[in-house]
């Protein structure tokens, strides 16, 4: 019988509380292997996400290759996981590994990069999903105007708990960190599944050869999940498979800055949820009472014809409220007025992307001493090594 029962399917939260709590404790008491780090997803939930500058950013396509078991990731990450596997078949080879383990016989990658695109384009409309059919008082939308006017409202119910901009979405936990191109998982069990974790993982013969492979490619193994690894992209090892491919600068060669696709995504997404509003809802109907004190009903037409100049002129009035939410309001009512007025100015002597990026460094300049900036990850990292 297993000793760790902890999964995701504990109806009483104390005792999935415990037996998390005992897995952290007693599950590497007799695994004594200095590549076994803390790397759990909220303690590095930015790592990958933010540059040097500390914008959010997310990979290029052109910088994710496949492995060789078709698995997406960091050009220099698939490179350095093609190692472990040939170390792995090499060892196999000569009898030196356990033949018959689950995973760390044959070593595969389950899963990898995951899009960023793709994954807030669902995430997105699951958000405006709500905003259409539970947040809204239908009798209240009448026109497009009426339609953008709850957004700021809705954004302040939603906190930053549920961020609406993309860059936003990055730098929250609703963003998976397999985003990265960073990060690879080499079993298809359920990460809350702490028995399999012990039966294939903790108690595999192999367990040591793997964290000793891992380590001499750049990869920290997981401790609270020992399938998944993650790239060290300032060890030594990890360097090499950077330099092999001429990276220097990994941050600006292989990501895209996240904030300079925010207005258009969040405007793309809002039109198109008005269309999908206003298909669903056509007319109002209305209970009236006349002055003869008889009941009638009013029918009101909602207009499906909208000026797409109203949400031109009020997109950095919601974009630069919305962001100082997803910021837990960073700033006060009048340096948000500042921003918006600067922003449209900057639009109309130069450009939009001028404004969007006087917008990102005001934001931008709050964010080198909170939790989770780059200065923190350069602590967090130098406290690992060895």
């Not at 404790?25 to 759990?40: F, G, I, M, P, Q």
């Not at 709850?150 to 929250?172: D, M, N, V």
């Not at 309001?329 to 002597?349: H, M, Q, R, S």
Request: charged fraction near 25%; aromatic fraction near 16%; hydrophobic fraction near 35%.
């Amino acid at each position: 019988m297993s000793n760790f029962q902890g999964t995701n399917n504990f109806r009483l939260t104390r005792f999935a509380f415990y037996e998390r709590l005992r897995f952290k404790l007693e599950a590497y008491k007799h695994v004594n292997h200095s590549n076994l780090k803390e790397v759990n997803f909220s303690s590095l939930g930015l790592y990958g996400k933010i540059d040097h500058r500390y914008d959010t950013i997310y990979p290029k396509k052109e910088s994710i290759i496949y492995t060789t078991d078709n698995r997406p990731a960091m050009n220099f990450v698939a490179d350095a996981f093609n190692s472990v596997v040939e170390h792995f078949r090499r060892a196999n080879n000569f009898e030196r590994i356990s033949p018959d383990e689950k995973y760390l016989s044959d070593l595969k990658c389950y899963s990898g990069y995951m899009d960023p695109l793709e994954q807030y384009s669902s995430y997105i409309d699951s958000v405006m999903e709500q905003y259409n059919f539970n947040y809204l008082r239908h009798d209240k939308i009448k026109n497009f105007k009426d339609y953008l006017s709850q957004l700021i409202p809705y954004a302040k119910f939603l906190r930053s708990e549920f961020p609406l901009t993309f860059s936003g979405w990055i730098g929250s936990k609703r963003c998976s960190p397999f985003m990265t191109g960073l990060y690879l998982n080499v079993s298809n069990e359920n990460f809350g599944d702490d028995m399999a974790k012990e039966k294939d993982f903790l108690n595999s013969r192999n367990l040591n050869f793997y964290l000793d492979t891992c380590k001499s490619r750049g990869f920290y193994v997981a401790k609270s999940n020992p399938s998944v690894l993650v790239a060290d992209i300032k060890s030594a090892p990890m360097k090499s498979f950077m330099n092999e491919r001429n990276i220097g600068d990994v941050f600006a060669i292989n990501y895209n800055v996240a904030y300079e696709r925010d207005i258009e995504l969040l405007r793309n997404k809002i039109i198109e949820y008005y269309n999908i509003f206003i298909n669903n809802r056509q007319v109002i109907f209305k209970q009236k009472i006349s002055k003869n004190n008889k009941l009638y009903t009013k029918i009101e037409y909602i207009n499906n014809k909208y000026n797409i100049n109203n949400i031109n002129n009020i997109i950095y009035k919601l974009y630069i409220n919305i962001r100082n939410i997803e910021e837990d309001y960073v700033y006060g009512d009048a340096d948000i007025e500042y921003f918006i007025k600067t922003a449209k100015k900057l639009e109309k002597k130069f450009d939009k992307q001028k404004a969007i990026s006087y917008i990102n460094i005001k934001f931008r300049s709050t964010y080198a001493s909170k939790y989770g900036g780059l200065n923190y990850y350069d602590k967090k990292f130098d406290s690992m090594e060895d």
